[in-house]
C-alpha cells in the first residue's frame, strides 16, 4: 500500500541552512504551538549502488513507491530493470521511459508460473547476475477490502494471497540463482501485527509476507543472499486509492507519527529501501525495517 521521489541535489550549504531552519523549529520556546515537521533534506548522490544491477517491480505510475526507488537507485548507480505485467503493461513501459531511455522493461506476472524462467532466462542472458530485486507486488479483489470482510470467499481470497504473498517467493525463484553472495531482496510491506480499517483481507496478506520474507532469509542465507521487508507509511498511490477509508490512515499518521508523515513524499521511504539494497546492512535480513514516521512505537 505503500508506494514518487527521488533524489534531489543540494549544495553543502543549503543543507546545512535547512537542518539550521529545522532547529529552531523543533526547539521553540515552551508555549509556542509547533506543526508536525518533517526533515526534507535534499542529499547528494553517494553513489551506494555503483555497478549493481537491480530488478524493480511494481512501478505503474510515477506515484509508485517503486518508481520513487528506481529513480534514487539509479542516481546512486544502479543499473536497473524494470517488471510489468498484463494491462499494466503499457503504463509501466510508458513511466519506464521516464526513468531513463536505457530502462529495459520486461513482462513478469505472477500468476504465471512460466514467468519466472522466463525473466530468470532473460536477466542471465542480458546481464549475467543480479544484485538486488524489489518486490512492490500486491493486489487484492474489492471484496477483500473496505469492511467486508466477511463476505470475501477463498475464491477471492487466494487471488490476493497468490499476488499479493507468493508473488514475493516466485520473485526469488526467478532472480536467487543468478544472485551473488550479498546480494538483497527488498519487499514493501504494510505493518501486519495489527488489525487496520478497511484494509482487511489485504492485512491477511501481507502477514504471510512477512512470514514468507522470514523464510526466505532462512533459505537463502547460506548463498549470502539477503531478504527483510521496508514496511512504509500511508502513501497516495493507485494503490491507496483502491482502498476504502484511506483517509483514516492518513488522518492517523498525521496525528501520532513523532517524525511527521507525508503521504504525499516518499523520499524517505524510497532513502530506506536502496539503503537495503546496498553493502551497508550486510549482516541484516528476515527483518521488517519500519519506515513509517515511528507510528509503529506510539502507543496513543
Known amino acids: 500500500m505503500a508506494e514518487v521521489g527521488g533524489v534531489v541535489g543540494g549544495d553543502a550549504a543549503h543543507v546545512h541552512a535547512h537542518h539550521r531552519r529545522s532547529i529552531e523549529v523543533d526547539h521553540c520556546a515552551p508555549g509556542c504551538v509547533?506543526?508536525?515537521?518533517?526533515l526534507k533534506v535534499p542529499l547528494p548522490a553517494v553513489g551506494i549502488l555503483d555497478g549493481k544491477r537491480i530488478v524493480v517491480t511494481g512501478v505503474l505510475t510515477d506515484a509508485s513507491l517503486a518508481y520513487g526507488a528506481a529513480e534514487v537507485a539509479l542516481a546512486e548507480g544502479a543499473e536497473i530493470l524494470v517488471t510489468?505485467?498484463?494491462?499494466?503493461?503499457?503504463l509501466t513501459q510508458r513511466t519506464a521511459r521516464r526513468l531513463g531511455e536505457g530502462v529495459d522493461v520486461v513482462e513478469f506476472d505472477v500468476t504465471e508460473p512460466s514467468h519466472a524462467d522466463a525473466l530468470r532466462d532473460h536477466l542471465a542472458a542480458s546481464w549475467g547476475r543480479v544484485d538486488g530485486a524489489l518486490h512492490a507486488i500486491g493486489f487484492a479483489p474489492e471484496i477483500c477490502l473496505g469492511g467486508t470482510f466477511m463476505d470475501a470467499t477463498w475464491d477471492d481470497v487466494k487471488?490476493?494471497?497468490?499476488?499479493?504473498?507468493?508473488?514475493?517467493?516466485?520473485?526469488?525463484?526467478?532472480v536467487a540463482p543468478l544472485m551473488p553472495a550479498g546480494s538483497s531482496i527488498v519487499g514493501?510491506?504494510?505493518?501486519?501485527?495489527?488489525?487496520?480499517?478497511a484494509y482487511d483481507w489485504m492485512g491477511v496478506a501481507k502477514a504471510g509476507l512477512e512470514s514468507t520474507c522470514r523464510y526466505l532469509a532462512r533459505y537463502l542465507g547460506p548463498q549470502g543472499i539477503r531478504v527483510n521487508l521496508v514496511?512504509?507509511?500511508?502513501?497516495?498511490t493507485m494503490a491507496a486509492r483502491s482502498i476504502p477509508g484511506f483517509s483514516e490512515f492518513e488522518d492517523a499518521w498525521a496525528l501520532r507519527a513523532p517524525l511527521g508523515w507525508s503521504?504525499?513524499?516518499?523520499?524517505?521511504?524510497s532513502r530506506t529501501i536502496v539503503?537495503?539494497?546496498?553493502?551497508?546492512?550486510?549482516?541484516?535480513?528476515?527483518?521488517?525495517?519500519q519506515a513509517d514516521g515511528g507510528y509503529h512505537a506510539i502507543g496513543a
Open 231 to 236: 514496511s512504509a507509511g500511508p502513501m497516495k
Open 188 to 197: 514493501l510491506d504494510f505493518d501486519a501485527t495489527r488489525a487496520w480499517p
Open 263 to 269: 503521504v504525499a513524499d516518499p523520499a524517505g521511504v
Open 275 to 289: 539503503a537495503l539494497l546496498s553493502d551497508w546492512l550486510p549482516v541484516t535480513t528476515g527483518s521488517v525495517v
Open 84 to 90: 510489468g505485467a498484463g494491462r499494466a503493461m503499457r
Open 34 to 38: 509547533v506543526e508536525t515537521h518533517v
Open 159 to 174: 487471488v490476493a494471497l497468490e499476488i499479493s504473498t507468493y508473488s514475493l517467493k516466485m520473485l526469488a525463484d526467478a
